[in-house]
């Protein structure tokens, strides 16, 4: 069973940072690309990062690239989002999420109960 538990999320002032982390079962780890998508009120839903689970490849939408980072740490089955730069736009409930693969377009197959990120001054 794939069970994942986002935290690390709150209150940022505009060009600060903050790092969100998703505990991950290790079934999920092992099995699954991890990512995290987002969804702000009145918006699409939209996926900002991926990592395979068993290679270090990662993918960035553009309206992250360049201020996000995603990693994992397998002993401690968690990944992680490590956002810098943030910006009011980037205001939303982040979610940690499965996929069968890091592609444009993916689907996700879990996600959790999302952590809130609110950017303002």
């Known amino acids: 069973q794939v069970q994942l538990v986002e935290s690390g999320g709150g209150l940022v002032q505009p060009g600060g940072s903050l790092r969100l982390s998703c505990a991950a079962s290790?079934?999920?780890?092992?099995?699954?690309?991890i990512g995290w998508f987002r969804q702000a009120p009145g918006k699409e839903r939209e996926g900002v990062s991926c990592i395979y689970g068993r290679e270090p490849i990662t993918y960035y939408s553009d309206s992250v690239k360049g201020r996000f980072t995603i990693s994992r740490d397998g002993r401690r089955r968690t990944v992680y989002l490590q956002m810098n730069g943030l910006k009011p736009e980037d205001t939303a409930v982040y979610h940690c999420?499965?996929?069968?693969?890091?592609?444009?377009?993916?689907?996700?197959?879990?996600w959790g109960q999302g952590a809130q990120v609110t950017v303002s001054s």
């Open positions: 999420a499965t996929y069968v693969d890091c592609l444009p377009g993916r689907i996700e197959t879990n």
């Open positions: 290790a079934f999920a780890l092992d099995y699954y690309a």
